[in-house]
């Protein structure tokens, strides 16, 4: 089961809305589940609109190369993240987000 960010939640919500397709067609074409999505969509914890992408934070001067090992390396502040090619993407999202936060 993949985790999902309030974030990416919207950014999913608002491709559907764009998109005009059914959500179960938008669920198919996404890999998502269609019962999941449509919680997301009518669930009451959280609501669909602009505030939700306040989370988002600009990186800034930050730098990002992939090592001949296919890692990558996250460069900001002085501080240098090595993220090993096979992180699970919930942990490499935690890692992003702690990144925005510096």
């Known amino acids: 089961m993949a985790y999902y960010s309030r974030q990416q939640k919207y950014i999913f919500i608002k491709r559907y809305k764009d ?3 059914s959500a179960s067609a938008f669920c198919r074409e996404n890999g998502l589940n269609v019962n999941t999505f449509k919680y997301w969509i009518y669930s009451e914890s959280w609501k669909f609109s602009d505030e939700l992408m306040s989370g988002f934070v600009e990186l800034g001067e ?11 390396t996250i460069k900001k502040a002085g501080i240098e993240i090595k993220v090993p ?3 699970a993407e919930r942990n490499l ?3 992003l987000d702690a990144v925005a936060m510096i």
Request: hydrophobic content about 40%.
């Open 93 to 95: 999202v935690k890692i």
């Open 19 to 21: 998109s005009k397709m």
């Open 85 to 87: 090619a096979e992180i």
């Open 62 to 72: 930050t730098e990002i190369k992939t090592d001949l090992d296919k890692s990558v």
